[in-house]
């Protein structure tokens, strides 16, 4: 499989009707839920990363955005997961500061970023951003002000734009730099969606196990009687029974 065609045409003939109903009230494609007019194939995401396996290591970056296009819901997870293998390769050690390496990273992060309203699930969001754009600003760059082009996406009117702002933060909570994370949660602290509310819980959580109870229990002195109660609840998931009881009555 070397275009997205080919791609396509393969995930098209693995379609599982029942699965794909399971799917799509899953992710809430109904009239007025947040996944509204998503299109599923049924496969499940092992299969899908099965696909990206094979087609990884030579498949032209150029043809990753009919991919992310595509109306298949399943094929635009595919584009998205092939760009973070891509990233990924161009990240080791050895490639950090190398100039073509850092040039290629950039070149895939402008890709994500323009082709971002695509990821329109909380699942296309979760499994991408991180490993892109997460990993990105930890890495050396030639786009400019990370901090700016974050705030545009905090700032921006899409809800999945919003998510990745946050959900990119596991991977600066997993290599050690708290700041991101803390920095949009805050952001985000008053969003009126429930998805965002879980998001920021969540990213409080990986960020207190990976970097530093302390800083969480920071956060949560000056934040937690003003949290939506769904982020509260995700940020302190992983502590005792007593200290959670602590928390909830703030």
């Not at 050895?94 to 290629?104: F, G, T, V």
């Not at 329109?120 to 991408?128: E, F, H, K, P, Y």
């Not at 991180?130 to 705030?151: E, S, V």
Request: proline share 3%.
């Amino acid at each position: 499989m070397t275009t997205a065609k080919d791609i396509i045409s393969y995930m098209e003939s693995l379609r599982n009707e029942e699965q794909r109903e399971v799917l799509m009230r899953f992710f809430k494609t109904a009239e007025g839920e947040y996944g509204y007019g998503d299109e599923f194939l049924g496969l499940k995401v092992p299969q899908t990363r099965e696909v990206v396996k094979l087609v990884t290591k030579d498949f032209p970056l150029g043809e990753v955005p009919e991919l992310l296009m595509c109306r298949w819901h399943e094929a635009r997870l595919c584009g998205l997961l092939i760009l973070v293998e891509k990233f990924k390769r161009l990240a080791s050690k050895r490639l950090e500061k190398d100039d073509e390496a850092i040039r290629k990273r950039d070149e895939i992060v402008k890709m994500y970023l323009q082709y971002a309203e695509q990821a329109n699930n909380w699942d296309l969001v979760d499994l991408s951003a991180p490993g892109i754009l997460g990993h990105w600003l930890m890495l050396p760059t030639y786009l400019g002000d990370k901090r700016q082009i974050l705030d545009e996406m905090a700032q921006n009117a899409c809800l999945w734009r919003q998510r990745m702002s946050i959900v990119c933060t596991w991977m600066t909570s997993k290599m050690g730099d708290p700041s991101w994370c803390l920095r949009y949660a805050e952001i985000h602290l008053h969003h009126p969606h429930d998805l965002m509310h879980k998001a920021v819980g969540w990213m409080l959580r990986e960020m207190g196990k990976r970097v530093s109870m302390d800083l969480l229990r920071d956060f949560l002195r000056q934040h937690a009687h003003e949290m939506p109660r769904t982020a509260l609840r995700y940020a302190i998931e992983k502590m005792s029974d007593e200290e959670r009881c602590y928390w909830m009555k703030k």
